[in-house]
Each structure stands twice: as C-alpha cells, then as structure tokens.
C-alpha cells in the first residue's frame, strides 16, 4: 500500500474509534402538541432521549397506541456494538501499519458488513416497535403502523418523524469514504532510489 493509502486506513479507522463516543443516530418527533419536539440519540451502546425526559414521554406517548416500551436496557445489539467498533479501529490501525492490500480489503469488507448489518437491525427493530402492536391499545387506528423511517421524514398520525445520522454516524461514513479511497484510489507506492519499475539501469563498462 501507498502512504497515502495507509494514512487514509489509519484515519478512517480512528473515526470508527471516535465513533463510539458520539451518538450514531438521531429521531426528531415534531407534533403541534409538542413544538419543542420529542427526540432519541441512539449510540452504540446506549440510547437517550434528545432532552431529559424525552425517552419517558416517547413511552408514555407508545403505550397509547400500543407499542412496545423502549428499554435499552434489554437491547442485546447495545451490549456488543461498542467492542465491535472498537476491535475494527484497531484491526484498521494494524493493517494500516503492516501496509498490505490484501488485508486492507478484508478490513474494508469486514467494516463494509458491520454498517449494512447495523442499518438492517435498525430497520428490523423499528419495524417490529411500528408493527407489533398490543391490540388492546387505548387509541387504535385500523390499517396504521407506526414505524418510524429509517432515514428521511414520514408522518405518524400528527407526529412528524424525522430520521437522520448523528454526528457519530457521519463519522462512519466519511471513515468508510476514506477506506475505499484507500482502496480503490491508494496512490502510487514508492520504488526506492534508481530507475523506474521496469526499467533496466545501465551500468557502463569499467575503463580498461
């Protein structure tokens, strides 16, 4: 690998290390009821509410409609995100050390599932909260699900849901940018002093 490649690899996986001290994911609920908004940071390994309270107002505002109660407590994806981030940063550390590609890709591959696999359980989670809903709920709508987007706006009865990544996530994303920079674009590796690759240097012959 070049050193530009290597330096890239070191960057993107210190952002991944970073990551996991900032929330990854926001949801902004908005309601005319609510215009300071309600809102959740969902971290790595834990999940607040955007203010004091607001975790406990979005489950009292659930139990209404029949969802489930938000207990991060009982997220086991929340007990073993933290160390899968941390092992990949120094995984990503060490292969930009020891400098070679092959690695380097499996690095790439391996934080490349990480994300996507992340992004699908988010989905799932939300999924169920929005779907599986007690059919003994006080307010019930029939046909409405309440999941919330995984990415983008969508409105829920007279809420207006809002997902986006926070600060940690775009971190992710710009160690994932540089990582296929490093990659796909590495830069040219140095050949040393002398001739260029492929090149035979000539050497003329000693004087009589």
């Known amino acids: 690998m070049s050193r530009r490649a290597r330096v890239f690899l070191a960057v993107a996986s210190l952002l991944v290390g970073v990551s996991v001290l900032l929330p990854l994911w926001r949801i902004d609920l908005i309601a005319p009821q609510y215009p300071e908004g309600l809102g959740l940071l969902i971290s790595s390994h834990k999940i607040d509410g955007l203010k004091e309270g607001d975790l406990g107002s979005i489950n009292n505002l659930n139990h209404y409609i029949g969802m489930a109660v938000i207990e991060p407590d009982e997220i086991p994806e929340l007990r073993f995100m933290r160390p899968v981030f941390i092992v990949l940063a120094v995984g990503g550390l060490g292969i930009a050390a020891l400098g070679r590609r092959l690695p380097a890709m499996l690095w790439m591959g391996a934080f490349a599932v990480v994300m996507l696999g992340g992004l699908a359980d988010m989905y799932r989670w939300g999924y169920d909260y929005g779907h599986n809903l007690d059919p ?73």
Request: aromatic share 8%; charged share 5%; proline share 11%.
């Open 136 to 208: 003994h709920a006080i307010i019930q709508v029939p046909g409405m699900s309440y999941q919330p987007p995984l990415i983008g706006s969508k409105q829920l009865l007279n809420f207006r849901a809002t997902s986006w990544p926070a600060s940690g996530g775009w971190l992710l994303a710009l160690a994932g940018g540089l990582a296929t920079a490093a990659i796909f674009f590495p830069g040219r590796t140095r050949q040393g002093s002398g001739a260029p690759a492929g090149h035979a240097v000539h050497v003329p012959p000693a004087a009589a």
